[in-house]
């Protein structure tokens, strides 16, 4: 049995393409049964703290050495890291804003990656993730359409972070765009049109 964790990021609620790409994406896996629970992390009701002065300080100090402040300042990366532990899939929506991320999901991440948390290092200072063997689908929502060969910025970045600072290989991305011209209308259907047999393994 399964469980799934869905992080949704765009702020458009039920006009987000990126928040029904997602969702839609949970519902494939339900479909194909053998789900045990489904967290929803929605950043926009409940923003992540951005990383100040202090809370640094706390993400690099060593765990013998925390007092109740670090516990409270950590209370909101320790919640989403347990929730991350927890999953086995994890669905992200996310919306393309100048070529990246939202921020919020991008603040979740922040609050997400910790040296000795999320990864750390062996006796040859090579980073070891620690939440191997997870899977994770990408739904990005852009209001154009790449060109041909462009790089897909959201994509490289979010896998390389997911695979150098947790350990997590297998990212998938499915992609709506061109949300921004004229008539456009969603075809999700068409876009999850291999879900179900490039996924046997959930
Ligand atoms: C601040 C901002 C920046 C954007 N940047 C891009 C962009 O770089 N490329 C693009 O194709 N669309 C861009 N868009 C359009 C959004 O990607 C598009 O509206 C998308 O559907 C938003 O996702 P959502 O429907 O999940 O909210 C931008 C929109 C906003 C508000």
Redesign the pocket.
């Known amino acids: 049995m399964k469980n799934i964790l869905h992080i949704i990021s765009?702020?458009?609620g039920e006009?987000?393409?990126?928040?029904k790409l997602s969702s839609f994406i949970l519902e494939r896996l339900l479909q194909q049964g053998n789900i045990n629970k489904i967290t929803v992390r929605d950043l926009i009701k409940n923003t992540p703290p951005h990383a100040d002065e202090v809370s640094i300080h706390e993400f690099y100090k060593h765990p013998a050495l925390y007092d109740e402040q670090s516990q409270q300042l950590l209370s909101y990366a320790n919640m989403i890291v347990n929730e991350v532990r927890e999953a086995d899939i994890i669905i992200i929506?996310t919306?393309?804003?100048?070529?990246g991320i939202s921020t919020p999901l991008k603040a979740w991440l922040d609050q997400l990656i910790r040296m000795g948390i999320t990864y750390v290092f062996d006796e040859h200072w090579d980073r070891v993730g620690q939440f191997k063997g997870k899977k994770v689908y990408l739904a990005v929502?852009?209001?154009?359409k790449r060109a041909e060969g462009a790089p897909d910025y959201i994509s490289a970045y979010l896998k390389d972070v997911f695979r150098n600072y947790t350990g997590i290989t297998d990212v998938e991305t499915y992609r709506i765009e061109g949300?921004?011209e004229n008539g456009f209308t969603a075809d999700y259907e068409s876009i999850l049109k291999d879900f179900g047999t490039a996924n046997e393994l959930f």
Request: overall charge positive.
């Open positions: 765009s702020a458009r006009q987000s393409y990126s928040n929506g919306p393309m804003f100048n070529l929502a852009s209001g154009g949300t921004m």
